[in-house]
Nanobody, 121 residues
Framework: VQLQASGGGLVQAGGSLRLSCAVS????????MGWFRQAPGKDRGFVAAISRSGRRIPYANSVKGRFTISRDNAKNTVYLQMNSLKPEDTSVYYC???????????????WGQGTLVTVSS
C-alpha cells in the first residue's frame, strides 16, 4: 500500500489549505484513515481520523472547528481541509492507514511521506 500526500505549502495566518492523500495498492474503502502532524522538535501527534464508513470522525481539540477530514472512496483519496490556519499549525502533515479511526499511533498500519505546511504570522 502506498500513500501520496500533497497540497502543503506556505500560507498566511487565517488562510486555508486543502491536503490530499491518494492511496494505491489496497482496498481504500476497507481502511480507516488519519492525518497526523509533526512540528520541528516535537513528537508526531494526532490531527483527525475518519472511519471506513465515514460516520466516526474524531478531531484533536486544537483543530476542532477549523479542520475537516473527508474521504472519496471513488478516488481512493482522503482530504484535510484546513481553515483559519495559525502559526502553531506549522508542521509536516502525514496521512496514514489506520486500524480504526482513533488518535493512537499504535493503530497506524501505513504512513504516507508527509507534506509541509508553513503558516506565517
Amino acid at each position: 500500500v502506498q500513500l501520496q500526500a500533497s497540497g502543503g505549502g506556505l500560507v498566511q495566518a487565517g488562510g486555508s489549505l486543502r491536503l490530499s492523500c491518494a492511496v494505491s495498492g489496497g482496498t481504500f474503502r476497507d481502511y480507516a484513515m488519519g492525518w497526523f502532524r509533526q512540528a520541528p522538535g516535537k513528537d508526531r501527534g494526532f490531527v483527525a481520523a475518519i472511519s471506513r464508513s465515514g460516520r466516526r470522525i474524531p478531531y484533536a481539540n486544537s483543530v476542532k472547528g477549523r479542520f475537516t477530514i473527508s474521504r472519496d472512496n471513488a478516488k481512493n483519496t482522503v482530504y484535510l481541509q484546513m481553515n483559519s490556519l495559525k502559526p502553531e499549525d506549522t508542521s509536516v502533515y502525514y496521512c496514514a492507514v489506520c486500524k480504526s479511526a482513533s488518535h493512537y499511533l499504535t493503530d497506524i498500519v501505513y504512513w504516507g511521506q508527509g507534506t509541509l505546511v508553513t503558516v506565517s504570522s
